[in-house]
Protein backbone atom coordinates (compact mmCIF):
# COMPACT_ATOMS: atom_id res chain seq x y z
CA UNK A 1 0.00 0.00 0.00
CA UNK A 2 2.03 3.05 -1.20
CA UNK A 3 2.61 6.49 0.97
CA UNK A 4 -1.04 8.82 0.77
CA UNK A 5 -1.27 11.35 -1.71
CA UNK A 6 -2.50 14.60 -1.93
CA UNK A 7 -5.88 14.30 -2.08
CA UNK A 8 -8.94 16.52 -1.44
CA UNK A 9 -10.74 15.70 1.35
CA UNK A 10 -13.99 16.70 0.36
CA UNK A 11 -13.63 14.07 -2.68
CA UNK A 12 -13.81 11.04 0.55
CA UNK A 13 -17.60 10.41 0.95
CA UNK A 14 -17.25 8.60 -2.79
CA UNK A 15 -14.30 6.92 -2.58
CA UNK A 16 -14.57 4.62 -5.14
CA UNK A 17 -14.75 7.49 -7.53
CA UNK A 18 -10.82 8.17 -6.71
CA UNK A 19 -9.82 4.71 -7.85
CA UNK A 20 -8.06 4.59 -4.76
CA UNK A 21 -7.89 1.72 -2.60
CA UNK A 22 -9.94 1.96 -0.14
CA UNK A 23 -7.29 1.87 2.94
CA UNK A 24 -5.07 4.62 1.45
CA UNK A 25 -8.36 6.36 1.40
CA UNK A 26 -9.32 5.69 4.84
CA UNK A 27 -6.27 7.30 6.06
CA UNK A 28 -5.62 9.66 4.43
CA UNK A 29 -9.38 10.62 5.36
CA UNK A 30 -8.28 10.05 8.76
CA UNK A 31 -4.89 12.03 8.65
CA UNK A 32 -6.58 15.33 7.14
CA UNK A 33 -10.32 14.94 9.41
CA UNK A 34 -8.01 14.15 12.51
CA UNK A 35 -10.65 15.75 15.08
CA UNK A 36 -13.52 14.33 13.34
CA UNK A 37 -12.00 10.59 15.09
CA UNK A 38 -10.71 12.06 18.21
CA UNK A 39 -13.52 13.97 19.39
CA UNK A 40 -11.03 15.94 21.84
CA UNK A 41 -9.02 13.31 22.97
CA UNK A 42 -5.36 13.88 22.89
CA UNK A 43 -3.36 13.57 20.00
CA UNK A 44 0.56 13.50 20.44
CA UNK A 45 3.57 13.47 18.36
CA UNK A 46 3.52 8.93 18.41
CA UNK A 47 -0.10 9.38 16.59
CA UNK A 48 0.91 11.09 14.06
CA UNK A 49 4.08 9.64 12.94
CA UNK A 50 2.20 6.38 13.00
CA UNK A 51 -0.15 8.13 10.48
CA UNK A 52 2.47 9.01 8.71
CA UNK A 53 4.81 6.23 8.71
CA UNK A 54 6.10 4.55 5.42
CA UNK A 55 4.87 0.99 4.74
CA UNK A 56 7.14 -1.71 6.92
CA UNK A 57 8.82 -3.81 3.57
CA UNK A 58 8.04 -7.00 5.78
CA UNK A 59 3.77 -6.36 5.91
CA UNK A 60 1.78 -7.66 3.43
CA UNK A 61 -1.12 -4.42 3.67
CA UNK A 62 -4.86 -4.69 2.59
CA UNK A 63 -7.17 -7.93 3.77
CA UNK A 64 -4.18 -10.12 4.85
CA UNK A 65 -3.23 -8.74 7.41
CA UNK A 66 -6.35 -7.78 10.41
CA UNK A 67 -7.79 -7.68 13.34
CA UNK A 68 -7.54 -11.53 14.51
CA UNK A 69 -8.31 -12.15 18.07
CA UNK A 70 -8.47 -11.64 21.90
CA UNK A 71 -7.00 -14.24 24.20
CA UNK A 72 -8.83 -13.76 27.85
CA UNK A 73 -9.12 -15.17 31.50
CA UNK A 74 -11.32 -13.73 33.93
CA UNK A 75 -10.46 -14.24 37.68
CA UNK A 76 -11.87 -17.88 38.65
CA UNK A 77 -11.92 -19.02 35.06
CA UNK A 78 -10.10 -20.47 32.41
CA UNK A 79 -8.21 -19.25 29.31
CA UNK A 80 -10.50 -18.46 26.66
CA UNK A 81 -10.67 -16.72 22.83
CA UNK A 82 -12.81 -14.75 20.97
CA UNK A 83 -12.49 -14.27 17.36
CA UNK A 84 -12.76 -10.36 16.48
CA UNK A 85 -15.74 -10.69 13.84
CA UNK A 86 -18.17 -8.39 12.50
CA UNK A 87 -20.70 -10.17 15.01
CA UNK A 88 -18.59 -10.05 17.82
CA UNK A 89 -17.40 -6.43 16.97
CA UNK A 90 -19.09 -4.99 19.99
CA UNK A 91 -18.49 -7.69 22.51
CA UNK A 92 -14.50 -7.50 21.60
CA UNK A 93 -14.71 -3.57 22.43
CA UNK A 94 -16.30 -3.56 25.30
CA UNK A 95 -14.06 -6.23 26.53
CA UNK A 96 -10.92 -3.74 25.42
CA UNK A 97 -12.46 -1.20 27.45
CA UNK A 98 -13.24 -3.28 30.89
CA UNK A 99 -9.78 -4.50 30.78
CA UNK A 100 -7.95 -0.84 30.21
CA UNK A 101 -8.51 0.45 26.77
CA UNK A 102 -10.31 3.71 25.46
CA UNK A 103 -13.16 4.06 23.78
CA UNK A 104 -13.64 7.24 21.87
CA UNK A 105 -17.08 8.22 21.00
CA UNK A 106 -19.04 5.15 21.31
CA UNK A 107 -21.70 4.71 23.32
CA UNK A 108 -21.81 1.28 25.10
CA UNK A 109 -22.60 -0.15 27.90
CA UNK A 110 -19.20 -1.09 30.02
CA UNK A 111 -19.38 -2.94 33.02
CA UNK A 112 -15.98 -1.46 34.80
CA UNK A 113 -16.37 -3.80 37.86
CA UNK A 114 -15.23 -7.15 35.01
CA UNK A 115 -12.84 -9.07 36.75
CA UNK A 116 -10.06 -9.83 34.08
CA UNK A 117 -7.37 -11.28 35.06
CA UNK A 118 -5.55 -11.09 31.51
CA UNK A 119 -6.26 -10.03 28.29
CA UNK A 120 -4.21 -9.95 24.88
CA UNK A 121 -5.11 -8.43 21.68
CA UNK A 122 -3.85 -10.10 18.58
CA UNK A 123 -2.80 -8.74 15.08
CA UNK A 124 -2.07 -10.94 12.19
CA UNK A 125 0.39 -10.24 10.25
CA UNK A 126 0.73 -11.84 6.74
CA UNK A 127 4.14 -11.33 5.97
CA UNK A 128 6.80 -10.91 2.73
CA UNK A 129 9.94 -10.01 1.74
CA UNK A 130 10.82 -12.31 4.80
CA UNK A 131 11.71 -15.87 5.92
CA UNK A 132 7.94 -16.43 7.53
CA UNK A 133 4.86 -16.62 6.31
CA UNK A 134 2.43 -14.88 8.72
CA UNK A 135 2.77 -14.05 12.66
CA UNK A 136 0.48 -12.29 15.39
CA UNK A 137 2.03 -8.92 16.67
CA UNK A 138 -0.03 -8.71 20.11
CA UNK A 139 -0.47 -5.92 22.74
CA UNK A 140 -2.93 -5.46 26.23
CA UNK A 141 -5.69 -3.50 25.95
CA UNK A 142 -4.35 -0.69 28.18
CA UNK A 143 -2.09 0.42 24.57
CA UNK A 144 -5.36 0.10 22.93
CA UNK A 145 -7.38 3.16 21.57
CA UNK A 146 -10.41 2.74 19.68
CA UNK A 147 -12.49 5.64 17.88
CA UNK A 148 -15.83 5.96 16.51
CA UNK A 149 -15.65 6.16 12.66
CA UNK A 150 -16.42 9.71 11.48
CA UNK A 151 -19.83 10.31 9.27
CA UNK A 152 -17.65 11.63 6.11
CA UNK A 153 -15.98 8.59 5.81
CA UNK A 154 -19.51 6.45 5.53
CA UNK A 155 -22.78 7.44 6.71
CA UNK A 156 -24.27 4.36 7.35
CA UNK A 157 -21.29 2.19 8.69
CA UNK A 158 -18.63 4.71 10.00
CA UNK A 159 -14.76 3.51 9.36
CA UNK A 160 -14.13 2.60 12.74
CA UNK A 161 -10.11 3.41 13.86
CA UNK A 162 -8.09 1.05 16.24
CA UNK A 163 -4.33 2.30 17.51
CA UNK A 164 -2.62 -0.13 19.00
CA UNK A 165 0.81 0.53 20.84
CA UNK A 166 3.59 -1.30 22.31
CA UNK A 167 2.83 -4.36 20.12
CA UNK A 168 5.40 -7.22 19.79
CA UNK A 169 6.19 -10.47 18.08
CA UNK A 170 4.11 -13.54 19.34
CA UNK A 171 4.92 -16.09 17.44
CA UNK A 172 7.69 -18.58 16.51
CA UNK A 173 8.80 -17.25 13.02
CA UNK A 174 8.15 -13.77 13.54
CA UNK A 175 9.83 -14.03 16.90
CA UNK A 176 13.18 -15.73 14.83
CA UNK A 177 13.58 -12.15 12.76
CA UNK A 178 15.73 -10.11 14.88
CA UNK A 179 14.86 -6.95 13.05
CA UNK A 180 11.18 -7.34 14.25
CA UNK A 181 10.78 -9.08 17.64
CA UNK A 182 13.82 -6.80 18.92
CA UNK A 183 11.55 -4.01 18.98
CA UNK A 184 8.32 -2.51 19.54
CA UNK A 185 5.29 -1.77 17.26
CA UNK A 186 2.78 1.22 16.90
CA UNK A 187 -0.38 -0.63 14.59
CA UNK A 188 -3.27 1.23 12.82
CA UNK A 189 -6.39 -0.54 12.22
CA UNK A 190 -9.45 0.56 10.18
CA UNK A 191 -12.85 -1.39 10.09
CA UNK A 192 -14.31 -0.47 6.54
CA UNK A 193 -17.49 -2.63 5.75
CA UNK A 194 -15.48 -5.12 3.93
CA UNK A 195 -15.34 -8.05 5.91
CA UNK A 196 -17.41 -10.72 7.74
CA UNK A 197 -14.79 -12.69 9.73
CA UNK A 198 -12.24 -9.63 9.87
CA UNK A 199 -13.51 -6.43 9.82
CA UNK A 200 -10.40 -4.61 10.61
CA UNK A 201 -7.73 -4.41 8.55
CA UNK A 202 -4.22 -2.71 9.06
CA UNK A 203 -3.61 0.14 7.83
CA UNK A 204 -0.33 1.14 9.21
CA UNK A 205 2.54 0.25 10.99
CA UNK A 206 5.41 1.89 12.58
CA UNK A 207 8.75 0.93 14.83
CA UNK A 208 7.70 2.09 18.15
CA UNK A 209 11.24 1.05 19.73
CA UNK A 210 13.08 -1.45 21.60
CA UNK A 211 11.30 -4.40 23.13
CA UNK A 212 11.85 -4.81 26.81
CA UNK A 213 11.11 -8.95 27.59
CA UNK A 214 11.26 -7.48 31.65
CA UNK A 215 7.96 -6.16 31.11
CA UNK A 216 5.86 -9.12 29.60
CA UNK A 217 5.67 -12.86 31.71
CA UNK A 218 6.07 -16.24 29.80
CA UNK A 219 2.79 -16.54 29.88
CA UNK A 220 -0.23 -15.34 27.32
CA UNK A 221 -1.70 -12.37 29.45
CA UNK A 222 0.94 -9.77 28.70
Not at 39 to 65: E, F, I
Not at 82 to 111: H, P, R, S
Not at 120 to 130: G, L, M, P, R
Amino acid sequence: MPTPVNVDPAAFPIPQSLGMPKPLVARRLLQCKLEAWFRGSPVDDRDRALLDAQDVPWVHYAKTSYLRKIYHMKQSEGFETTDWTVENDDACKKMVAEAGGQLIGFDLDVCNSAQWKAMKVNVNITAKNTSFDWGFLSTTPSKIRIFRGAVESCPDHPWDAMILRDCYANTGGMQAVDSISSRYWDILVMKMCEDYDHPWVVVAVKDAGTYKPENHRACFCC
